[in-house]
Nanobody, 125 residues
Framework: QVQLVESGGGLVQAGDSLRLSCAASGRTSSTYHMGWFRQAPGKEREFVAAIGWSGGNVAYGDSVKGRVTISRDNAKNTVALQMNSLKPEDTAVYYC??????????????????WGQGTQVTVSS
């Protein structure tokens, strides 16, 4: 089992950048594929990015492609999400998630086994 804690959220202006971090504890993070999702009020949880256990495979949601980069440091058990050119529509609670290292990286929330508590990102116009 793994515990996930997100950090780095906050209030920024449109066009700014923000870097989110997810710290994993418990079993080593290299055992898991990792993902970032977000959820805005009244909306379903949305896929943002995912990275394979070795860091070799990545995937991005259409709404953020070209503006975000996911990375991981297995030695430090951390996963980061660098977000650039932020827009008001990026406002949401951002969640880190882990999926047991089986099969490919996935983009559906239901495919992930563990979740953090989330960190709020608010982008003002």
């Amino acid at each position: 089992q793994v515990q996930l804690v997100e950090s780095g959220g906050g209030l920024v202006q449109a066009g700014d950048s923000l870097r989110l971090s997810c710290a994993a504890s418990g079993r080593t993070s290299s055992t898991y594929h990792m993902g970032w999702f977000r959820q805005a009020p009244g909306k379903e949880r949305e896929f943002v990015a995912a990275i394979g256990w070795s860091g070799g495979n990545v995937a991005y949601g259409d709404s953020v492609k070209g503006r975000v980069t996911i990375s991981r440091d297995n030695a430090k058990n951390t996963v980061a999400l660098q977000m650039n050119s932020l827009k008001p529509e990026d406002t949401a609670v951002y969640y880190c998630a882990a999926r047991e290292r089986r099969g490919p990286i996935m983009t559906r929330p239901v495919d992930y086994d563990y979740w953090g508590q989330g960190t709020q990102v608010t982008v003002s116009s």
